[in-house]
Nanobody
């Protein structure tokens, strides 16, 4: 019911910033909980951040709290991840995901829709 396309990844030096975008199709975007996840090489996909349908509530993983900020613009069917003070350990493929059950969960198995991912590489 929804297609997701991430963009904005790239190569950046430690301490730098990137902003990722996730563009969604359809007219029901504003009803979805949206999340960001990442998958470092050789590791499982992990939770990064989640935002409620109206943008009023957000949660961020301990590893990124204070550095990353999730936001959304429902008029543009887009969710963002602003990443500041990047560290080499942030290097991963970043994915946006959607769920329609209105739960703000962190488990990848509960998200039914996924983008293709965008690569973020942070060098020392």
């Amino acid at each position: 019911q929804v297609q997701l396309v991430e963009s904005g990844g790239g190569l950046v030096q430690a301490g730098g910033s990137l902003r990722l975008s996730c563009a969604a199709s359809g007219r029901t975007f504003s009803r979805y909980v949206m999340g960001w996840f990442r998958q470092p090489p050789g590791k499982e996909r992990e939770f990064v951040a989640v935002i409620s349908p109206n943008g009023g509530t957000t949660y961020h993983a301990d590893s990124v709290r204070g550095r990353f900020t999730i936001s959304r613009d429902n008029d543009k069917n887009t969710v963002f991840l602003q990443m500041n003070s990047l560290k080499p350990e942030d290097t991963a493929a970043y994915y946006c995901a959607a769920r329609a059950d209105n739960r703000m969960g962190r488990d990848t198995r509960d998200y039914g829709y996924w983008g293709q991912g965008t690569q973020v590489t942070v060098s020392s």
